[in-house]
């Protein structure tokens, strides 16, 4: 589901990843369960030259302006989650970089 809404003077960045889907995977089985849910709700799955790939975009707005979220289909279980959840999905999305980023296997060779 997305919210939508406008405030003028606003700060943006949007980014795209591309994961190959074997990674994507490995990946989100790291993560808390709230964390997963928000990365899948920002991510779809395409084929990229022949590999089969995660793309996960994240688009965030600061201070003020337009903005647009997901709202993340998920109840939290445990207070790990809770905490996730409060930190929202661009945290989410951040910790799933972090994995992502600590071996540098994940790129796709295009």
Not at 15 to 38: C, P
Not at 43 to 72: L, P, R
Not at 81 to 106: F, M, P
Request: aromatic letters at 10%; proline letters at 1%.
């Amino acid at each position: 589901m997305k919210r939508n809404g406008f405030v003028s003077n606003s700060s943006s960045s949007a980014f795209v990843l591309l994961v190959q889907e074997d990674e994507h995977n490995r990946v989100l089985a790291e993560l808390d369960g709230w964390q997963r849910a928000a990365v899948e709700t920002e991510s779809g799955k395409e084929n990229i030259f022949g590999t089969e790939c995660a793309v996960i975009s994240e688009i965030s707005v600061q201070d003020s302006g337009s903005w647009e979220y997901d709202v993340v289909d998920y109840e939290p279980q445990t207070d790990e989650e809770k905490r996730s959840a409060g930190n929202g999905i661009g945290e989410a999305i951040y910790t799933y970089r972090t994995k992502l980023d600590k071996d540098k296997t994940w790129r796709v060779d295009l």
